[in-house]
């Protein structure tokens, strides 16, 4: 059973419980984690799941998409550690993944 940890614009911390086979933004809207909208519900067609992918953690996460990366031309403030949580599928080696919120979604 992974955790996340979602670190907020002000440094606050947020550890969560997930499931494997679950989505980051699934998990997040399971536990209140504020920031994380997720308009479509997990459609890829929104971008108000966007997160930064930690440093340590971009490698075994992976790069979006094709698609992911059209959407998130929608995001606010994209960088290269972009994801959309609603594109990040949780397996168990990922225990521990930390992911910050943005100051905001579109």
């Not at 969560?16 to 984690?33: L, R």
């Not at 909208?37 to 340590?56: I, K, P, Q, R």
Request: charged share 25%; glycine share 8%.
């Amino acid at each position: 059973m992974p955790t996340i940890t979602f670190i907020q614009p002000d440094g606050s911390k947020q550890v969560v419980e997930a499931k494997s086979g679950q989505t980051a933004m699934e998990a997040a809207i399971a536990n209140s984690v504020p920031g994380i909208v997720a308009e479509c519900g997990g459609a890829c067609s929104c971008a108000t799941c966007h997160v930064y992918v930690d440093e340590e953690w971009t490698e075994r996460v992976g790069g979006p998409s094709e698609m992911e990366e059209d959407m998130l031309d929608f995001a606010f403030d994209v960088r290269p550690n972009s994801r959309l949580s609603c594109q990040i599928r949780l397996t168990d080696e990922m225990d521990g993944l930390v992911l910050h919120v943005p100051e905001e979604q579109v």
